[in-house]
């Protein structure tokens, strides 16, 4: 079996959080069991298309299954009788001529319509099951978002609305149970917990974030590394010698730039005078989850992606939390229609941030002629400004957070090895990025492919 | 819950423990559709047996 072909697979699969295992078994075409599909590799078929035979069986008790099904017999109506006659050989001795009329291989009719695995021609049931995998994706996103969906007996309890909405996402009825009792004892043990949860948040240490050096992120940064030590013609022998040690060093340095964050982020939530239930929910946030927006595909642009943190894992970096974002995030919280769900609210607190940021921080390069095109843009990276590097940091990240650049996720770490510079136009878009390693130039980037620089803005 | 290829080649989810008994029953009607019987001919044949 053709190692792309499993990749894509797998790759499918992941985005419904469902593993894939290829297995070799005699006549057997794939089954599902837990959560995960198995393909049998050893047996010639359409594997894709199995696969996607097996998952939309995953998702067939689904309310949008029911719903796509219902559209599916309906619009097939006049031909149903004959499409399930068809089925009454291939089902044989597993259901009688009569279960089938009544309409017990209906799932099944409609999953083949999904996956061109029916002996009637339907030119749009390709479409329609791409459409449905969508919505069931759209739904697995959705509950990864901060819960902001008040149930009533939550809305109708004294609180403000963002103690309702730790309530909301803080008590899973195992470990954390709600408090009982009522009224305004009930209300004082809630703020108590909040108080205790979030002093818990700021004294984490740095144990609580120790990167596994054979994380699959922090092996693709070596391998990125390497490949850049190489575009600019430097030595990697270093490095390739002896991956372990590569791996080790990577993963320390980046376990101590993410604390760095962390503790940056903390520092500055003791001093702002903003609720604790808001502190708490996204001290929370940055802890579980990293929030990117995907710039880099064709078909998604914009979209904003939001991911699960492991701790031990994941290299990216923490949430924009500063004074601007957090404001603009308590003070919109009431304007929920307007955006559908946290993640796009959190990006449009990055995009104000960010507005003030291109602004603020223009500089004038001695012997640069930009001949009115755009201005340059400098973070003093720790080597230059140690005390204020990582709120630089959040600066840049938030600035270059609408391009394809690692940097909206690896600021810190960038500016922790050198400054950094954003060639950005009269409507502050940023065009090009020049990274430093210490005093020489680690990387240069354009905005229109990851290599390569646009000859003219 | 498995699945397996049908007498027509298709995707068809069965109980795993029918498998043998499926499978026995689409090669009967491969053969009886190679010598030309009719489906209804084909659905008396396996009825009886």
């Known amino acids: 079996m053709d190692e792309s072909i499993k990749q894509r697979i797998i790759e499918f699969n992941n985005q419904f959080g469902i593993k894939t295992v290829f297995v070799t078994q005699k006549d057997v075409m794939g089954y599902a069991l837990g959560n995960t599909i198995y393909i049998n590799e050893s047996v010639e078929q359409d594997y894709e298309k199995t696969n996607r035979h097996e998952l939309l069986h995953f998702f067939e008790e689904t309310p949008e299954f029911e719903a796509t099904k219902k559209r599916l017999l309906e619009e097939h109506a006049d031909k149903l009788d004959d499409i399930r006659s068809e089925y009454e050989l291939r089902y044989f001795g597993l259901y009688s001529e009569e279960e089938i009329k009544a309409g017990v291989l209906d799932t099944e009719i409609a999953i083949d319509m999904m996956v061109d695995n029916s002996s009637f021609e339907y030119e749009d049931g390709l479409k329609i099951g791409d459409d449905f995998l969508g919505q069931i994706q759209h739904s697995i996103e959705e509950k990864r978002y901060l819960n902001l969906s008040l149930t009533a007996n939550i809305r109708g309890m004294n609180l403000s609305d963002w103690e309702k909405i730790f309530v909301l996402n803080y008590y899973d009825g195992k470990e954390r149970r709600l408090p009982q009792g009522k009224g305004a004892d009930r209300v004082q043990a809630i703020r108590e917990d909040i108080e205790k949860y979030l002093q818990e948040l700021y004294e984490l240490d740095e144990t609580s974030m120790q990167i596994d050096s054979h994380s699959p992120e922090v092996i693709r940064e070596y391998e990125s590394e390497i490949k850049a030590l190489k575009a600019r013609g430097e030595d990697t022998f270093y490095l390739e010698s002896d991956p372990e040690r590569g791996y080790e060093e990577i993963a320390r340095r980046i376990s101590e730039q993410l604390y760095a964050e962390y503790k940056h982020i903390v520092d500055l939530m003791k001093g702002l005078d903003i609720e604790p239930s808001l502190k708490s929910m996204m001290l929370r946030e940055t802890l579980t989850k990293v929030y990117k927006l995907d710039r880099d595909n064709e078909t998604n642009k914009g979209k904003t992606i939001v991911k699960n943190r492991k701790l031990n894992e994941s290299i990216a970096g923490h949430m924009i939390l500063n004074e601007s974002t957090l404001q603009f995030i308590y003070e919109h919280i009431g304007n929920l229609d307007e955006f559908k769900n946290f993640a796009n609210l959190y990006f449009a607190a990055v995009e104000i941030y960010k507005n003030t940021v291109a602004e603020k921080s223009q500089i004038t390069l001695e012997g640069v002629d930009t001949y009115g095109k755009g201005t340059w843009i400098k973070f003093d990276g720790k080597g230059t400004d140690e005390e204020n590097y990582l709120e630089n940091a959040k600066k840049l990240s938030a600035l270059v957070q609408d391009t394809p650049w690692c940097t909206k996720q690896l600021a810190s770490s960038q500016l922790a090895n050198g400054d950094f510079y954003v060639f950005v136009d009269a409507e502050q878009k940023p065009h090009i990025a020049v990274r430093m390693e210490g005093k020489s130039i680690g990387e240069v980037r354009g905005i229109y492919n990851r290599t390569r620089i646009r000859r003219r803005i | ?49």
């Open chain 2, 1 to 49: 819950m498995i699945t397996v290829k049908s007498y027509d080649g298709r995707m068809v989810t069965i109980p795993e423990e029918k498998k043998d008994e499926y499978e026995q029953n689409q090669r009967l009607i491969k053969m009886y559709l190679k010598q030309g019987k009719t489906k209804e001919e084909i659905k008396e044949l396996l009825k009886n047996g």
